[in-house]
């Protein structure tokens, strides 16, 4: 009883520090004059696209061929209400961006959120 209190212990332990990592990658993000919070944190997978147009599930690298395969997964596991937020640097072309909307579109998934920093 104690060796499986004992990885469940490590398992949150970890699973929180990689869930904390996809939040951090220091990236400059567009300003918004207006802005809706948006808490689906259970069911949202965050797609992290760097300046250089690198794409990151969390703090994974992903290929731009699997992450077409990853998004039907997420979509499945959720049965049908999956929600994605992007995470872009601002100087990131819309040519970068829009394969990864085509992919979404093509999973199924319907609730995509751009996270923006509040503009003056």
């Known amino acids: 009883?104690?060796?499986v209190v004992f990885l469940l212990?490590?398992?949150?332990?970890v699973s929180s520090h990689m869930a904390k990592q996809e939040?951090?990658?220091?990236?400059?993000?567009?300003?918004?004059s207006t802005h809706k919070v948006n808490?689906?944190?259970?069911?949202?997978?965050?797609?992290n696209i760097t300046?250089?147009?690198?794409?990151?599930i969390g703090a994974v690298?992903?290929?731009?061929?699997?992450?077409?395969?990853?998004?039907?997964?997420?979509?499945s596991q959720h049965e049908g209400s999956?929600?994605?937020?992007?995470?872009?640097?601002k100087t990131v072309a819309y040519g970068v961006v829009e394969p990864l909307l085509r992919d979404i579109a093509?999973?199924?998934?319907?609730?995509?959120?751009?996270a923006v920093h509040e503009g003056k």
């Open 106 to 114: 093509s999973a199924g998934i319907v609730d995509i959120t751009f």
């Open 61 to 75: 690298m992903v290929e731009k061929n699997r992450l077409a395969k990853l998004l039907v997964e997420h979509q």
């Open 9 to 13: 212990i490590i398992f949150f332990l």
């Open 51 to 56: 300046s250089e147009g690198y794409v990151q």
């Open 23 to 32: 939040n951090h990658l220091p990236l400059d993000l567009p300003a918004a």
């Open 39 to 47: 808490e689906t944190l259970s069911k949202r997978m965050t797609i």
């Open 1 to 3: 009883m104690i060796d």
């Open 82 to 89: 999956a929600a994605v937020r992007i995470r872009t640097d």
